[in-house]
């Protein structure tokens, strides 16, 4: 009997291995999570998005362009609990320029010291809450840009 | 063998099966997910399968599906030099899908590239998940004089760039593409951006700084084209 059971109690084991390894498998969740950011709500205030992981799974809600820019206003990711915006300017031409980026709500206004290579981007720092909306500004230029910057912005006043 | 043994061993088989159905099940969900991926990336390719299904004598709305999307131009308009329309499209995955700024509207002839454009609403599956995004497009139309008739060119869809950047990854897009291109990448503050360090002689920059920026987002081609008559 001995020997009976002891293959027997192999199998069962082998058994219940490959049963959790599957389970294990067909549970984990196929949606990376989201990326814990190191604030929250009110604590993203003025904070950078990148250094905070407050841009991870970002979305883009409004865009405009001009000639040599992109200006984009952006909100951060559900999942990292930030519930900020910002704005980032990209600079679209093919040679360095000097960049700035306003979201027009206290002092969320940046720009370079120096010029940025094509397809680099600025950004402000965060603004919280989100559910609050302001004009976002931002262009390039040849020249360095003042701030406060006026203009172009978009969005409602 | 006693019964005993008999039930042992009926339970072994029983629990076996079970782990082999969950297998089973967690392999097709695997080739669920890579047939969608794969479909994701044939559907870059420009295969024409455009359907028009607008009704040519209203053309207050205009619908077409290329590659399995659906963009749907609504609410054409005028407000103030700006000519606006509502832009509804299907989102190809979970990605921050935008419209381009290479989105044109040709009107009497001439085409003119969108100014502004941005989010009315997402709309949501049952379980959660953003399925469309719904976009108001400003065009800026001073100095055309009268229309009623436009036609919205919507050549891509694409994501929004990273604000962080995987700079390896978008190496090994470019490598794959045999373009010739080295990047690096930097970030210094609230400033990050790749680097052109090397590229062919016979390629402009334009071409190489267009290869890049494709190297850093994910775009799903049409073109999609939206015919609308304003009220």
Redesign the interface.
Same mark, same amino acid.
């Given at each position: 009997m001995a020997a009976?059971t002891k293959p027997?109690d192999k199998?069962?084991k082998f058994?219940?291995i490959?049963?959790v390894i599957?389970?294990i498998?067909?549970l984990t969740p196929?949606?990376e999570a989201a990326a814990m950011a190191t604030c929250s709500g009110s604590g993203c205030e003025a904070l950078?998005?990148?250094s905070t992981g407050c841009? +991870?799974?970002? +979305?883009? !809600?409004?865009?405009?362009?001009g000639t040599g820019y992109?200006v984009? !206003?952006?909100q951060a990711g559900a999942g990292t609990g930030c519930n900020t915006k910002w704005t980032?300017t990209?600079?679209?031409s +093919?040679?360095s320029l000097y960049?700035g980026a306003r979201y027009w709500v206290h002092a969320h206004y !940046?720009s370079?010291p120096a010029p940025?290579?094509? !397809?680099?981007?600025?950004?402000?720092?965060m603004h919280w809450p989100a559910n609050e909306t302001y004009m976002y500004c931002g262009k390039t230029n040849t020249s360095p840009i003042g701030q406060p910057m006026t203009s172009p912005c978009?969005?409602p006043a | 063998?006693n019964q005993k043994?008999s039930k042992?061993?009926l339970m072994?088989v029983g629990?076996?099966l079970?782990?082999i159905l969950?297998?089973a099940?967690?392999s097709l969900?695997v080739r669920f997910?890579s047939a969608r991926a794969s479909s994701m990336e044939d559907a870059s390719l420009p295969v024409p399968q455009a359907e028009i299904v607008s009704d040519q004598n209203q053309l207050a709305e205009s619908v077409q599906t290329v590659n399995g999307i659906i963009i749907e131009a609504s609410n054409f308009r005028i407000e103030g030099e700006y000519l606006v329309a509502d832009i509804c499209y299907d989102l190809p995955s979970?990605s #921050?899908w $935008?419209l381009p #700024?290479s989105m044109t509207v040709e009107i009497k002839g001439r085409s003119i590239?969108?100014?502004?454009?941005?989010?009315i609403e997402w709309k949501y599956s049952a379980d959660g998940l953003k399925t469309h995004r719904c976009d108001d497009a400003n065009f800026p139309i001073a100095g055309i004089g009268e229309f009623t008739e436009v036609q919205i060119v919507i050549p891509r869809l694409e994501t929004?760039?990273? #604000?962080?950047l995987d700079c390896d990854a978008a190496q090994n897009r470019l490598d794959a593409a045999n373009t010739g291109i080295v990047i690096t990448c930097?970030?210094d503050?609230?400033?990050?951006?790749? $680097? $052109?360090d090397t590229k062919p002689a016979a390629m402009s #920059?334009?071409q190489a700084?267009a290869a890049?920026?494709d190297a850093?987002i994910e775009t799903f081609s049409g073109p999609w084209t939206l015919r609308g008559r304003l009220p």
């Open positions: 009976n027997a199998t069962f058994a219940i490959t049963l599957s389970l498998f067909t196929s949606v950078n998005p990148n841009d +991870s799974g970002a +979305s883009t !809600l409004r865009s405009f362009t992109k984009e !206003l952006r980032r990209q600079n679209t +093919s040679i960049a !940046l370079s940025i290579s094509p !397809l680099a981007r600025i950004y402000t720092h978009q969005g | 063998m043994d042992q061993l072994l629990i076996g079970l782990g969950i297998i099940a967690a969900r997910m979970q #921050d $935008l #700024d590239k969108v100014f502004e454009w941005g989010l929004s760039w990273p #604000d962080s930097y970030e503050g609230n400033v990050s951006g790749p $680097l $052109l #920059d334009e700084y890049i920026n850093f």
